[in-house]
C-alpha cells in the first residue's frame, strides 16, 4: 500500500479529485457536506491499474484549519498538490507548500484543478517557477477536470509513477503509530488510526500508549483493520485503524502515539538544527511532528541550533525532521531536524554558547552514544537505544543497564573499599548486601551492583564478598568454637541445646561465621554439628542393614530424635540418603 496526502488552498477541489480518483467520500461529517468546505481529515482508497492500493489522506485548506492539515501530513511520504486552473497560486497554497517542503517531502504529483473553467498552462508554469528552490521541485503536473474527467487517466499514470519512485520502508523498524483520529465502536471498543509509515503491527501485539493526557501505559492489539478490512498483520507504509483493547475512548486522541515497547524515549527537552535560523525566538510557537502539536519554549542556541522545552512529552529520536509554525502569525517559522532528546543540562556561565558551537559541529548523525554514556553515567540500554545514539564504546553491561567504563572503574573502587570497610566494622558478616552497596553508591538498580563485581569480589547469598580473603573468626567466637568442637569429640552428634550454646555465647550471627568459617554445620535452627558431619554419619548408616528407619538411624549415630530427624532430612536433601515409601531409608551408593 501506499499513502499520499493533498495539500492546496481551499475549495481548489482537492475532496472533489479525491472523491473522482475513489469513487469514495472523503468528507465525513455532515457539516463538511453541507458546507462545501473540508473541515477535518478525510480518508479515501482505491486501485491503480498495476494493481496498487493507493489511500489519500484529504487534508482541510482554509487556514482556520491548517493544525488539522498538519496532522495529516506529517506521518505520509507523498503528497498530492492541488492548485485550481480559474485561481492558481494562492495564500494557504503557499503555507501547504511551505509545510511540505519543511518536511523535506519531496514525492509529490501537482493537479491542476478546474481545467474546464480556465486554460491550466500558465498555472502549470507559475506554479513550477514557485516550486523551485523547495523540495517540491520539478514534480510532475497534470491538468484535471473531475467533473468532466479530463486528466484522470493522465493523474493516475502520475500517481503511478509517484508510488513506484517511493523509498521501501522499513517493516522491522520499531513502531511509532501517530493517531490521527479516535473513536468508539459498539461491541468493539475504543479504535484509533493513522498512517503507520515504518514497522509493523499485528493483532495480539503489545504497545505503549503515548498520551499527552494520561502519560504512558501497556496496551494491547484487540484487531487490526486496513483499508476497511479486516487483517493479521499490516506493514508499512499503510492506513491502518487498531482496535485497542480496556482503553477508554477518553485516554487517548489525535497527537498521542502507539510505540514499540522499550524502543521510544519520551523526552520534553530537545536541542535541535533549526537551517534557516529562528527569525522570532519571544514567539509562541507549536511544534508539529506526525499527529501531534505541541506548544513550546524556545531557547537559541547559536545561529542555527535551539533548545525546546515541549508542555508535554513526546517520543522521539535524534534525526527526527519536524517543523515550528506560529499560530499567531499563521506562517511556518521553518523545518527543524532533532539532534538529541537527551541534552546536558546548562548551568555554568557560557555552557549555551558551548553547546550552540558543539551543535554547529554536529553532522546531523545519531548522537554519540560514547559521549551520552560518559554525559550520563548510568543508562538503561532501551533507553540510550531509544534516542537513536550510536553504539558506546567500552560499555560496561550490567544487566539492563550500561555503565560508563571510566565511572564503572571508579565504582569498583569504591565498592572493593565498601566490602572491606564492611568486614571491619561487622567481621561475623561476610559483606555487605548487594541493596546496601546500591544505596552507597546511589546507583539506579541492584543489577548495576551485581553487574560491576568483579574478581576477587563474589555475589553470594544477596551479600558481596570478597572470595579469595579467609574467614577468620573474631578471637571470642573462635574459642567458643574450640571448646564446641571439643566436646563433639565425646559424642559427634550430641547437638548442644540452646542453652549450652548461649552458655558459649554462640548466637545466630556467630554460628552463621562459623558455618562460613568452615568450623560448623547447621543442621537446623538450633542444631549444631561439627562441619562434614554429614559425610560421616553417611558412612556410619552405610554399615547398617538397609534399609533402616529413624529409630535405627538414631541408635546408630548415637543422638536424639531432635538430632537425628533434621540430620536424615539434610541427608536426603544432599542425595546421600533416599527416603522410601515406608519412611525407611537407604544410603545411596552413587
Known amino acids: ?22 469513487g469514495m467520500e472523503p468528507d465525513r461529517w455532515a457539516e463538511e457536506r453541507r458546507r462545501g468546505m473540508t473541515i477535518d481529515l478525510g480518508f479515501a482508497w482505491t486501485t491503480l491499474a498495476g494493481g496498487e492500493q493507493l489511500a489519500f489522506v484529504d487534508v482541510p485548506g482554509h487556514e482556520r484549519f491548517v493544525p488539522n492539515m498538519l496532522a495529516g501530513v506529517g506521518p505520509v511520504p507523498a503528497a498530492l498538490l492541488v492548485v485550481a486552473a480559474d485561481e492558481g497560486w494562492m495564500p494557504q497554497t503557499e503555507e501547504h507548500v511551505a509545510v511540505l517542503d519543511a518536511l523535506g517531502i519531496r514525492h509529490a504529483v501537482l493537479a491542476v484543478t478546474r481545467a474546464d473553467l480556465a486554460d491550466p498552462g500558465p498555472v502549470l508554469d507559475a506554479v513550477r517557477r514557485r516550486l523551485a528552490g523547495t523540495s517540491l521541485a520539478g514534480l510532475t503536473g497534470v491538468a484535471v477536470s473531475a467533473p468532466t474527467g479530463r486528466g484522470l487517466d493522465e493523474l493516475r499514470a502520475a500517481l503511478r509513477e509517484l508510488v513506484a519512485r517511493l523509498p521501501v520502508p522499513d517493516a522491522d523498524a520499531p513502531v511509532r503509530l501517530w493517531v490521527d483520529r479516535a473513536f468508539t ?3 468493539s471498543g475504543t479504535v484509533v488510526t493513522g498512517t503507520l509509515s515504518a514497522g509493523t503491527l499485528a493483532t495480539g501485539a503489545e504497545l505503549t500508549l503515548c498520551s499527552a493526557a494520561h502519560g504512558s501505559r501497556p496496551v494491547r492489539v484487540r484487531g487490526l483493520q486496513s483499508l476497511g478490512r479486516p487483517v493479521e498483520r499490516a506493514s508499512a507504509v499503510a492506513r491502518v485503524a487498531v482496535n485497542l483493547r480496556g482503553v477508554d475512548r477518553d485516554d ?6 502507539l510505540l514499540a515497547p522499550g ?10 538544527h533549526l537551517p534557516g535560523g529562528l527569525p522570532n525566538p519571544t514567539a509562541t510557537l507549536v511544534l508539529h511532528l506526525g499527529s501531534a502539536a505541541v506548544p513550546v519554549r524556545v531557547r537559541p542556541l547559536g545561529e542555527r541550533g535551539a533548545r525546546l522545552a ?7 529520536a535524534a534525526g527526527d525532521v519536524a517543523l515550528l509554525r506560529d499560530p499567531g502569525r499563521h506562517e511556518v517559522v521553518g523545518r527543524l531536524k532533532v ?5 546536558p543540562p546548562l548551568l555554568r556561565r557560557g555552557a549555551a554558547a558551548a553547546r550552540g558551537r558543539e551543535l554547529a559541529e554536529s553532522s546531523g548523525g545519531p548522537p554519540d552514544g560514547t559521549a551520552v554514556l560518559r554525559r550520563r553515567g548510568v543508562v538503561r540500554a532501551a533507553q540510550l537505544r531509544a534516542t537513536g545514539a550510536t553504539e558506546p564504546a567500552g560499555a560496561v553491561v550490567a544487566g539492563a543497564w550500561l555503565v560508563d567504563p571510566a565511572l564503572a572503574e571508579r565504582l569498583r573502587a569504591r565498592l572493593a573499599a565498601a566490602v572491606l570497610e564492611h568486614r571491619r566494622r561487622l567481621p561475623l558478616e561476610p559483606g555487605p548486601t548487594v541493596e546496601a552497596v546500591r544505596a552507597e553508591l546511589e546507583l539506579p538498580d541492584r543489577a548495576v551492583v551485581v553487574g560491576l563485581v568483579a574478581a576477587p569480589l563474589a555475589v553470594r547469598d544477596g551479600r558481596v564478598v570478597d572470595a579469595t580473603a579467609p574467614a577468620p573468626l573474631p578471637a571470642p567466637v573462635a574459642a567458643a568454637v574450640e571448646r564446641l568442637l571439643r566436646e563433639f569429640e565425646a559424642q559427634p552428634f550430641g547437638a548442644p541445646d540452646a542453652g549450652r550454646l548461649a552458655e558459649l555465647g554462640l548466637g545466630r550471627r556467630e554460628l552463621a561465621a562459623a558455618e562460613r568459617a568452615g568450623a560448623l554445620l547447621r543442621v537446623a535452627d538450633g542444631v549444631v554439628l ?10 556410619i548408616l552405610a554399615e547398617i542393614p538397609q534399609p533402616f528407619t529413624l529409630s535405627e538411624a538414631r541408635q546408630a549415630l548415637g543422638t536424639t530424635r531432635r538430632v537425628a530427624v533434621p540430620l536424615l532430612e539434610l541427608l536426603d536433601r544432599r542425595r546421600l540418603t533416599r527416603r522410601l515409601p515406608d519412611d525407611r531409608r537407604t544410603v545411596d551408593a552413587g
Open 530 to 539: 561439627p562441619a562434614g558431619a554429614e559425610l560421616r554419619a553417611a558412612r
Open 252 to 257: 487517548v486522541r489525535r497527537g498521542d502515539a
Open 310 to 316: 515541549l508542555r508535554w512529552p513526546l517520543p522521539l
Open 263 to 272: 524502543r521510544w524515549s519520551t523526552t520534553e527537552l530537545v536541542d535541535v
Open 339 to 343: 539532534l538529541d532528546t537527551d541534552p
Open 1 to 22: 500500500m501506499h499513502v499520499v496526502a493533498t495539500a492546496g488552498h481551499v475549495d481548489h477541489g482537492k475532496s472533489t479529485l479525491v472523491r473522482a480518483l475513489t
Open 185 to 187: 465502536i459498539r461491541g
